[in-house]
């Protein structure tokens, strides 16, 4: 494998990577040239903020070719073309082989949720102190338990335990990899209802649901029928403030809504939001996102 290394303005990137594509790239990936100094920009903003750019003010373009001799003609004709005017090409590199499976298995360790629950990695034995564990790989769907939204929803089903959560009708709305219904599953809910938007989200909830031995029903968000003594929803602040009457309605006399994607600057609109149908409280907070939970 071979990188073609490039440098771009910022209005060229997007034409650059169409260009790239049409020659046959394997990859193209963009950098901010200037990350880890001073002049490091923030390019993607957090809900409610403007929608990212395409590219940095100088943005580092990297394709990926097959062969040295693709990527030096495709230098070659980018240089002769209009659009490629402020571009510059850096060089080409030799991809060194390694190991990519045990390179991306390095990167994932067991996570604590709690001293004695854990998400670990197939290829992970779990720590001596875990009692309880959820056996999770990286895959298609978000939720491997390294995001603090996902570790303060699983903390909060952990803290409860199987004293409250014991043959309790569950809801994961927006299941990602299904790690929290699992997690239900783990400290003794028995009917659980896991949906997402995204059928490779469903898929990878039963397939880890399988690994893991527990029992639960995957499924588009209509699956999702009447109510339930705990509404778990990991998603962001805004389909939140848009999916409050729904996820309330799912929430039986007495039952726990329990949400999560929420920065802490947006606690404030997500009460009024749910004003009408609950009274929402900062259950949980870490590294600036926040846990907020209702008894309905």
Not at 19 to 31: G, I, K, N, Q, T
Not at 104 to 126: L, S
Not at 171 to 189: M, T
Request: charged content about 25%; glycine content about 8%.
């Amino acid at each position: 494998m071979f990188e073609l290394r490039l440098m771009a303005p910022e209005d060229r990137v997007e034409t650059l990577c169409e260009a790239l594509d049409a020659f046959d790239a394997l990859s193209v990936s963009v950098e901010d040239a200037d990350a880890q100094t001073d002049a490091e920009q923030a390019l993607f903003g957090e809900p409610g903020m403007p929608p990212p750019k395409e590219g940095w003010q100088r943005s580092r373009v990297i394709a990926l070719f097959p062969d040295e001799a693709q990527a030096k003609e495709t230098a070659s004709v980018l240089a002769l073309q209009d659009f490629f005017e402020g571009c510059e090409v850096l060089g080409i590199a030799t991809v060194p082989e390694q190991d990519w499976v045990r390179l991306t298995q390095a990167q994932f360790a067991p996570v604590e949720v709690t001293p004695e629950f854990w998400i670990v990695p197939t290829w992970h034995e779990p720590p001596e102190q875990a009692k309880q564990v959820i056996r999770l790989d990286p895959g298609l769907a978000f939720g491997t338990g390294t995001h603090p939204t996902t570790r303060m929803c699983l903390r909060w089903i952990a803290t409860r335990g199987e004293g409250t959560l014991a043959g309790k009708r569950v809801l994961d709305y927006g299941c990602g990899s299904g790690i929290l219904a699992i997690g239900a599953a783990k400290f003794g809910a028995t009917d659980i209802d896991a949906v997402d938007i995204d059928e490779a989200a469903v898929s990878s909830t039963v397939l880890n649901a399988e690994a893991n031995g527990v029992k639960l029903k995957a499924g588009l968000p209509d699956a999702a029928k009447g109510e339930y003594d705990i509404v778990l929803a990991n998603i962001l602040a805004t389909p939140l403030k848009l999916l409050a009457p729904l996820l309330r309605g799912h929430v039986k006399a007495g039952g726990s809504l329990v949400m999560a994607g929420i920065l802490e600057r947006q606690a404030d609109e997500l009460k009024e939001a749910y004003a009408p149908y609950a009274a929402l409280e900062v259950s949980d907070s870490e590294d600036g996102w926040i846990l907020m939970t209702a008894r309905c």
